[in-house]
């Protein structure tokens, strides 16, 4: 956002430039319609040899399945239990082969995976070339690498996990029928049950797993923006701001967090139900099932069906498909996006364009706010509409709330009632479109340029700098500093200089709208003056201008000005709040009679830095009461004098 001092934060997504368009229309023969499970159906009927060829081979694994059970039935009915060891051993032995056939099948169901995977990795990576390349979409070719393997790998183990589900559950459920049908009716039942109540989780965990991983990116480029901001963000006193907004983030998080927990249990309870119940109901009906005609060896087999077969896979199915199929559909959205028609372009930062019907730059409409929710309202019931194009002068005691009101404006804080709209639009959704600068100028360690672009998204041509620094009048301390790429030492420069680096900052900013809550207080009225027109008469269209102004010659310079009395208040031009508005008038006469007197503030004389002739015995300059005045030559906090831009 466009304030003075918490650009780096990002706090807010909003852009300074105009912004354009990341979209384009899709290049002639990219197709991408239908949805992402109708065009994953087209990819699959797409490749039917390859699946067949891969069920082909997974029939060795249903065979593998159903001798694991069965064998072991007929080795205990037919051999050990009866006393026939050799007969044990060799249908003991007739497993083992099946278990080696069925690992060669499954050795060959690889490569059958691989021929179903590659080609989607292919299609995939055509895809984001196609967006990145040919329509420029920088964005998209980051998903060549990362995403696209990502996606790739959890394919190939969704298609590994279902394939294996479902061959083993007909092998198992085959032998079970064939040991005795009793077996299937106990086992068949929960099974079902616990798997159709896992396919209803499917697309509500899917939803839910999405909305958690992008609530987590936002919360992680939240933080990332945030955390190398701190001192920019303390700097503007936007930490309320920025820690409601991070506790948002992280609100948002946490709930889709919960929620996907939620629906997380119901996936333990599908396994539950579908693979530890069926070994307790074949415990609880063994005596039942023996005395219906099931042998021994069929009840052994059955919990070896269950316990080796049936809950491994049931297993890998859930998590594999619940937790992989879901971040699956998440990166596929994606990378494959099912509409072609570009997005609506995002509404640029740049100024409105003057109409007739066109809203105010800045409007209040009844707001009241008060530091705390017991302290007295610092503004009340305040309303105000400040056209495009217009000056405003802001005034008042000291304390009265002239601050607080620019830090409303700017959205750093929130009334506790009425409203606040910029160009039409409510102030939170509209801080691109202003730029606020506070008293103390905040400049950091960099070169000149760096600084001077601080709230622009990329670096400010030279040409453009000089224009914008010979306008606000900051070309003499370019020059003295050695020009735009001269590096600049925060604490070498006074508060006059980091002043005209804060409004030249400020001035190349793409905000119309401009707040500059004292920001010209150290510098002499012809640099105040020149700073100020600068920002009025620069073409901004739409733009506007509202100062806190601590000069009479201030306030006569701004078309309206705004009297700030508590519960009163007081706006139209100088001369009408002259007559009406007797502190108005009583300010008006201490700025007459000390030009160089802070507005209201009756404690301190304000540092004044001339236009590059500080020092020259034209202003007398304080940091301490009226009455211990120090002659002009230090007009920083304890330093040597430096000169004045």
């Not at 099946?98 to 080609?119: I, K």
């Not at 070339?129 to 964005?139: D, P």
């Not at 073409?539 to 201030?554: D, F, K, M, T």
Request: proline share 7%.
């Amino acid at each position: 956002m466009p304030n003075e001092a918490t650009r780096p934060t990002g706090t807010h997504a909003h852009s300074d430039a105009p912004a354009e368009s990341t979209q384009a229309t899709p290049p002639t023969g990219a197709h991408h319609t239908g949805t992402l499970p109708h065009r994953g159906l087209r990819f699959l009927l797409a490749r039917r040899p390859v699946l067949i060829r891969l069920a082909a081979w997974s029939v060795l694994e249903t065979g593998q399945t159903f001798l694991v059970g069965y064998g072991l039935a007929r080795a205990l009915d037919a051999g050990f239990l009866v006393g026939r060891s050799a007969v044990g051993l060799g249908w003991l032995g007739l497993a083992g082969i099946g278990a080696v056939v069925g690992a060669f099948g499954t050795g060959r169901v690889y490569r059958g995976v691989a021929d179903l995977v590659e080609p989607l990795r292919d299609r995939l990576v055509e895809r984001v070339v196609v967006r990145g390349v040919r329509e420029g979409n920088g964005g998209a070719l980051s998903g060549l690498t990362q995403q696209v393997e990502l996606a790739r790998d959890t394919f190939a183990g969704l298609v590994m996990v279902s394939r294996s589900f479902l061959f083993t559950a007909v092998g198992a459920l085959a032998g079970l029928c064939s040991l005795d049908p009793l077996l299937l009716l106990v086992v068949a039942p929960p099974l079902l049950t616990g798997v159709s109540l896992f396919a209803t989780t499917l697309r509500p965990l899917a939803r839910r797993q999405e909305t958690f991983l992008l609530a987590d990116e936002a919360l992680a480029d939240g933080l990332g923006t945030v955390c190398p901001g701190l001192r920019d963000i303390t700097a503007a006193g936007a930490e309320e701001q920025v820690a409601a907004d991070t506790a948002r983030l992280v609100d948002t998080e946490f709930r889709a967090a919960r929620s996907l927990a939620r629906w997380g249990v119901l996936r333990v309870a599908a396994l539950a139900i579908g693979g530890q119940l069926p070994i307790v109901l074949l415990l609880a009906a063994a005596p039942w099932l023996l005395g219906h005609g099931v042998t021994p060896g069929g009840l052994v087999g059955a919990l070896a069906y269950v316990t080796q077969s049936l809950l491994p896979a049931l297993q890998n199915l859930v998590h594999g498909l619940g937790t992989s199929g879901s971040r699956l559909t998440v990166v596929l959205r994606r990378l494959t996006p099912a509409s072609t028609t570009p997005p609506p372009m995002p509404t640029p930062p740049a100024t409105p364009v003057p109409h007739a019907t066109t809203p105010p730059a800045l409007t209040l409409t009844s707001v009241t706010f008060a530091y705390g929710t017991g302290g007295d309202p610092v503004l009340r019931d305040l309303t105000l509409a400040l056209p495009q194009g217009a000056h405003l002068a802001v005034v008042g005691p000291s304390g009265i709330g002239k601050s607080t009101l620019t830090a409303l404006a700017a959205g750093l804080l929130r009334p506790g009632h009425g409203t606040i709209r910029m160009y039409g639009r409510p102030v939170s959704e509209t801080l691109a479109q202003r730029v606020l600068i506070p008293q103390e100028a905040y400049v950091f360690s960099g070169t000149l340029a760096e600084n001077l672009g601080h709230l622009r998204p990329d670096p400010v041509p030279e040409a453009e700098l000089l224009a914008a620094a010979e306008a606000v009048g900051l070309t003499a301390l370019l020059k003295s500093l050695g020009g735009p790429d001269a590096p600049v030492d925060p604490s070498a420069l006074s508060a006059g200089e980091r002043q005209l680096i804060a409004l030249t900052r400020a001035y190349l900013s793409y905000a119309p709208l401009a707040l500059l809550d004292e920001a010209t207080c150290h510098l002499d009225p012809e640099a105040e003056e020149r700073a100020e027109r600068a920002f009025t008469a620069r073409e901004r269209p739409g733009g506007a201008l509202v100062v806190v102004a601590h000069r009479i010659s201030s306030a006569r310079r701004a078309g309206r000005v705004l009297v700030m009395d508590g519960r009163e208040t007081a706006l139209g031009t100088h001369d009408d709040v002259l007559r009406r508005s007797p502190l108005y008038r009583d300010l008006v006469g201490s700025w007459s009679s000390e030009p160089a007197l802070a507005l209201g503030d009756t404690d301190r004389v304000d540092a004044v830095a001339g236009s590059g002739l500080a020092g020259d015995g034209r202003h007398v300059v304080a940091h301490r009461p009226v009455g211990q005045v120090q002659v002009p030559g230090d007009l920083r906090d304890g330093g040597p004098l430096g000169g004045q831009g």
